[in-house]
């Protein structure tokens, strides 16, 4: 093998993890930027997580856990999740007033 196709396979190897790294980087740096102008003008306030191939490259919060303001976010908040199931039992017992039944 000749030292210059030698030396590109050395390169190769050392750099690409590298570049790797930097892609991730750049990545994660660009999440942030956007997390942080969205949570700065008022349309984001929650938890963020974001994973590639099993790994989680991102991992932070914006704002508080209620409009009170008093507690930071942190990301192992536990949301209160809401009950959906009271709008379908509404709907479901006017379609059967409307039915007659």
């Known amino acids: 093998m000749s030292y210059y196709k030698q030396l590109f396979l050395f390169l190769t190897v050392l750099l690409l993890p590298i570049n790797h790294s930097f892609a991730q980087n750049t ?16 349309i984001f306030n929650g938890n963020v997580l974001v994973a ?8 932070t919060s914006f704002g508080f856990t209620d409009a009170t303001k008093k507690v930071q976010l942190t990301p192992d908040y536990r949301f209160n999740i809401g009950s959906i199931t009271k709008e379908f039992s509404a709907v479901a017992l ?6 007659g039944k």
């Not at 660009?30 to 942080?36: A, N, Q, T």
């Not at 590639?52 to 991992?59: A, H, R």
């Open 27 to 42: 990545k994660t740096t660009k999440i942030d930027s956007l997390m942080k102008w969205a949570h700065q003008t008022g």
């Open 52 to 59: 590639k191939n099993n790994k989680v490259i991102y991992n």
């Open 94 to 99: 006017l379609q059967l007033q409307e039915q």
